[in-house]
């Protein structure tokens, strides 16, 4: 074979149709290491599913979801908002944080915002079984740190976000065909997706283009919206419904169980379009 096509297929095998890379395999189980190391990747596997449930999570988690109601197949689907190679990316620069974040904090943040919970301790069982599991789903992948954004090389991409050609009302219809089956015309089917049991306004999903984007890739679960278009209306109707106001301070632990918290944002408020009302 030629070398120019001996290149070009070597590129048709490790990129997909939008150009990015092809999703790495999920780690086979006979790949789970041994003894207490083993053990707490199997912990943070169940962590994951049941976060919201569990013993050693449920009192960090302030809303009715876990990891896996955003991560689905508890992180490793091939696409759909995946956690496959994640870890490889850490530390990583957080421009939010003006900080770099290790896998750790990354995982601890998520409780404060799309948990709308509590930042458990860093070291503490939880976050040690949580972050082991998400680094074994990296397993024989290349270390690449991100020196722009704490995220993955597999990140779902994000749609342009035009505001002016947004059609909240073209979402609402679309939302109550495609969407309302599960999640009820109100939102607060299973998971729920407005309200005071869901995701709060600091959340990644608070943005529209990520909503969008993350929709794109993940829901419906068994055929995901096909149009960038159709996303970010929906995106929009969803994100312009009441949701927990974010303020940080309210999900830091007590000062004596915060570690070193490295964020220049301990101010940061994030205000949700009617969440809870206005006083
Ligand atoms: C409400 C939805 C939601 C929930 C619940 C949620 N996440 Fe996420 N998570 C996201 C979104 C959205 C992103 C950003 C992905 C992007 O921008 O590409 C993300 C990103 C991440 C990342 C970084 C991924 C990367 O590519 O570097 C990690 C790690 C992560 N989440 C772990 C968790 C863990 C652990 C939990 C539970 C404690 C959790 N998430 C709960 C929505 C959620
Ligand atoms: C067949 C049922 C079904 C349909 C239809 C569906 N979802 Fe979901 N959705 C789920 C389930 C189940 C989860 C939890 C994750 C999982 O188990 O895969 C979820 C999770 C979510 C989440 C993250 C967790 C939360 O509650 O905030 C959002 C946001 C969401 N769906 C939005 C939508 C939108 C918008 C649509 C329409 C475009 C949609 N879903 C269509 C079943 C569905």
Not at 15 to 20: I, K, T, V, W
Request: proline share 11%; charged share 20%; glycine share 8%.
């Amino acid at each position: 074979m030629a070398l120019p096509s001996l290149l070009a297929l070597s590129l048709a095998l490790t990129l997909n149709a939008s150009g990015s890379r092809s999703p790495p395999a999920k780690p086979a189980d006979a790949a789970l290491p041994p003894d207490e190391l083993g053990e707490a990747v199997k912990l943070g596997k169940k962590l994951f599913d049941e976060t919201g449930t569990h013993p050693l999570t449920r009192a960090f988690v302030g809303n009715a979801l876990s990891c896996a109601s955003c991560h689905p197949d508890s992180g490793a689907h091939p696409t759909a908002s995946t956690l496959l190679g994640a870890a490889t990316a850490y530390p990583a620069w957080g421009p939010r944080e003006q900080a770099v974040l290790t896998l750790e904090d990354r995982v601890l943040n998520c409780f404060m915002r799309s948990l709308n919970g509590t930042r458990p301790p860093v070291g503490s069982k939880p976050s040690i079984a949580l972050t082991a599991y998400i680094t074994w789903l990296s397993t024989g992948m290349p270390v690449r740190l991100n020196a722009e954004a704490p995220l993955g090389p597999h990140s779902f991409a994000k749609p342009a976000f035009v505001p002016s050609k947004v059609s909240v009302e073209r979402g609402r219809k679309l939302y109550g065909e495609r969407c309302a089956p599960c999640h009820g015309e109100d939102g607060q089917g299973d998971p729920p997706v407005w309200g005071p049991r869901s995701y709060n306004a600091g959340a990644g999903l608070a943005a529209v283009p990520k909503l969008a984007g993350w929709l794109r890739a993940t829901m419906p679960p068994d055929a995901p919206l096909a149009s960038d278009a159709d996303a970010v209306d929906v995106a929009a109707y969803v994100n312009s419904q009441p949701r927990p106001d974010f303020v940080l301070r309210d999900h830091l632990p007590a000062g004596d169980r915060t570690g070193v918290y490295n964020s220049s944002v301990a101010d940061e408020v994030d205000r949700a379009p009617t969440w809870p009302r206005r006083k």
